[in-house]
């Protein structure tokens, strides 16, 4: 028997997944299949489908469409796209939205003569998930299920749960720094510096000055957004300390509650690395999505340095991305392609097998990480980690001991902790061991799944 319902609507769901947001939320909810509560999903979905309703490993999901993308492709004249455009435009005329037409006008304006510098354009929240179907949508699934809370998981779901109208309790589950910076890739630095607050400048530069006004107008409004609907959340909850202070800066009403990301268990971990052994090569592994935020490009240039200090070695990049092809052509300029494996996408299991393989794990991400599953990652498979000290790594590496914290932007001594722990094998070894050890305890006493659980029972009988 079923104590209470909890829906929860959450950005992506399993096997439709994109980053670790979803899958900590996966692990979480595997965690608790022993519970007295009905879990119901309803997870965005890419597309203009009609909602599906379905059961996944025994869980009854709807899959609700969902167009990431904003503004809507606008050119070639196409009878499909002018129909999507004058459907949108309806919508949201309906609701008010008239300012619509004009951010989708800027947006052609800064498509055509800036187009190199589109992708500073916010995605606007009052166009692409107020003024959406999804939001309707969202309202008639809770209107079937009836939940006693709704867990919305990320950024997209908080600003469309609390924006249902709803006497349902939501708990906001933040994952990134989206309601911090409006950029699309949540950088949160300007060239490289990251930001201590947000006045805009990384549009500085890239339009003429009153492009730039109503760019940062844009950003603005879609900050006020988020913040807006933050604000009506009964609980917020944050994966880590560094997002516990960006949250509680916000200055909102609201208890703010730490609960870390889950990894997969130890258990599945070992079943799917075993009789894998160290690769012959001294392998570096670097884990993510391939783009300037990660910083795989600054391993890649310091790629013939290692080769000086180390002789043999391999660097495997794991992930996908659109700046992988820009990374092999770095590497072939410096004589380095056979020393550089780009995976692509990967599962779960060989994502696995690929920390199994590897020596150590380098982690050379330049924004604000904002919890850092890759550290976890790397000590449940007993290797040792070195990463810039940003962020919420800062919480998930111990200096010394499970890995190397370096300087940001120091890019000599994230060579030298590499070298160091390529060329004394004991080390990296005995570092690993203690990272591992040191997960296993921290996890113990963490009990995400048991707390999370709590905070629904909570919210319930409130």
Not at 11 to 17: A, F, L, M, N, R
Not at 197 to 223: D, W, Y
Not at 405 to 430: M, T
């Amino acid at each position: 028997m079923f104590y209470k319902t909890i829906l929860i609507v959450t950005d992506k769901y399993v096997p439709s997944i994109s980053g670790g947001a979803e899958i900590s939320l996966y692990n979480m909810l595997e965690d608790m299949e022993h519970y007295d509560v009905r879990v119901v999903v309803a997870a965005l979905t890419d597309g203009r489908h009609l909602v599906k309703k379905e059961f996944y490993q025994k869980r009854l999901v709807y899959r609700v469409p969902f167009v990431e993308s904003w503004p809507i492709p606008l050119g070639g004249g196409k009878p499909r796209e002018f129909l999507r455009l004058l459907k949108f435009f309806l919508r949201n005329f309906r609701r008010g939205n008239f300012k619509s037409l004009y951010r989708v006008s800027l947006a052609s304006l800064i498509g055509r003569f800036w187009p190199s510098a589109r992708g500073s354009l916010p995605l606007m929240d009052a166009d692409y998930l107020l003024g959406s179907r999804t939001l309707g949508i969202l309202k008639d699934i809770v209107q079937e299920v009836q939940p006693d809370v709704i867990h919305a998981d990320n950024y997209r779901s908080i600003v469309l749960a609390n924006n249902i109208g709803s006497e349902i309790p939501v708990l906001s589950y933040v994952r990134d720094n989206r309601f911090y910076c409006t950029q699309k890739n949540q950088a949160t630095n300007i060239r490289g510096v990251i930001c201590e607050t947000c006045s805009n400048e990384c549009v500085n530069g890239k339009f003429p000055s009153f492009i730039e006004r109503q760019v940062a107008e844009l950003m603005n409004e879609s900050h006020r957004i988020r913040v807006d609907a933050l604000s009506r959340s009964k609980k917020i909850v944050v994966t880590s300390e560094f997002l516990k202070r960006q949250i509680e800066g916000l200055g909102l009403n609201a208890e703010v509650v730490k609960i870390p990301n889950l990894i997969e268990s130890f258990d599945d971990i070992e079943k799917i690395q075993k009789n894998i052994e160290r690769s012959s090569v001294k392998e570096i592994l670097c884990v993510g999505m391939i783009g300037h935020n990660k910083g795989q490009n600054i391993i890649v240039r310091l790629m013939d340095a290692l080769a000086k200090e180390v002789g043999d070695f391999r660097l495997v990049i794991a992930g996908r991305g659109q700046m992988s092809e820009k990374l092999l052509e770095v590497a072939k300029s410096k004589g380095m392609l056979d020393r550089i494996h780009v995976t692509g996408f990967l599962s779960r299991d060989e994502l696995y097998r690929c920390y199994s393989r590897c020596y150590c794990v380098v982690c050379p991400t330049v924004w604000p990480e904002p919890f850092g599953r890759v550290p976890f990652e790397a000590a449940a498979s007993s290797k040792p980690i070195v990463a810039f000290a940003v962020g919420g790594l800062v919480e998930n590496i111990v200096d010394g001991k499970t890995g190397f914290l370096v300087e940001p932007k120091n890019y000599k001594l994230l060579e030298r902790a590499l070298v160091r722990l390529l060329k004394d094998d004991d080390l990296a070894v005995k570092m690993g061991q203690t990272a591992r050890a040191h997960l296993e305890e921290k996890f113990k006493l963490q009990k995400s799944s048991d707390d999370l659980l709590g905070q629904w029972k909570m919210l319930s009988v409130s």
